[in-house]
């Protein structure tokens, strides 16, 4: 059983900021990648940001410059720092990991409940 549980959303005016952190638990053999995905009202859930075990990093256009992705792959925690923000940011927040349970298990995705993140005046 492995779970994901983010922390640190919540409401911000435009041009503040937010840091979002994402802990995996459980049966955790290896981590290979961690990221940060979005779902706003009516649209399709987007990629963020993503890092990987070896600290290679990728961002959406949308985010890059704002928004920075770090992990500590040895407490299996990623974090999500926002700045900048702006309206068109607010969503609920997904983090997901790339992870095996086991030596011999294949890579599974697995993903947190979500956290909502409100840029409104």
């Known amino acids: 059983q492995v779970q994901l549980v983010e922390s640190g959303g919540g409401l911000v005016q435009p041009g503040g900021s937010l840091r979002l952190s994402c802990a995996a638990s459980?049966?955790?053999?290896?981590?290979?990648?961690m990221g940060w995905y979005r779902q706003a009202p009516g649209k399709q859930r987007e990629l963020v940001a993503r890092?990987?075990?070896?600290?290679?990093?990728s961002y959406a256009d949308s985010v890059k410059v704002r928004f920075t992705i770090s992990g500590d792959f040895a407490k299996n925690t990623v974090y999500l720092q926002m700045n900048s923000l702006k309206p068109g940011d607010t969503a609920v927040y997904y983090c997901?990991?790339?992870?095996?349970?086991?030596?011999?298990?294949?890579?599974?995705?697995?993903w947190g409940q979500g956290t909502q993140v409100t840029v409104s005046s």
């Open positions: 997901n990991a790339l992870l095996k349970t086991d030596y011999y298990s294949p890579q599974r995705i697995y």
């Open positions: 459980g049966s955790i053999f290896s981590i290979n990648a």
């Open positions: 890092i990987t075990s070896s600290s290679s990093t």
